[in-house]
């Protein structure tokens, strides 16, 4: 092997030298992924309410594509107290109930749960 050849050879190998990332940090997943993990169960269907009240997911309801929440026909039970239906809406962030309008959208008037990834300010 030439000599020029082998200098080719190893600074190939070394331009490739990179270092470990110290701190990995999540990637924020979009709403349609949320929605998706959501669909599959990945969450569990044991949650608590902002009020510290239990609510158990007896069923998450069927995928919306269409404008409204994002899903349909959900059964939620509350405390253990009578099962409630209805649509669902999934955010990553809780105020994105309002930046996005749904606050004042009639189609989202009859929604027994608003689920968010992220609380704002705390």
């Not at 959501?38 to 269409?66: H, K, M």
């Amino acid at each position: 092997m030439h000599s020029i050849d082998r200098y080719a050879e190893i600074r190939g190998q070394t331009a490739r030298v990179r270092e470990r990332t110290l701190l990995a940090l999540p990637k924020i997943p979009n709403e349609l992924e949320l929605q998706a993990r959501w669909f599959a169960g990945e969450f569990g269907r044991e949650f608590q309410t902002l009020a510290g009240e239990s609510v158990e997911i007896v069923q998450f309801g069927f995928w919306n594509r269409e404008a409204g929440p994002d899903f349909q026909d959900a059964a939620i039970q509350i405390t253990g107290g009578q099962v409630l239906r209805g649509p669902i809406e999934i955010d990553l962030l809780d105020r994105n109930w309002e930046v996005h309008g749904h606050a004042i959208n009639p189609a989202f008037d009859d929604a027994i749960l608003h689920v968010f990834l992220e609380r704002s300010g705390v």
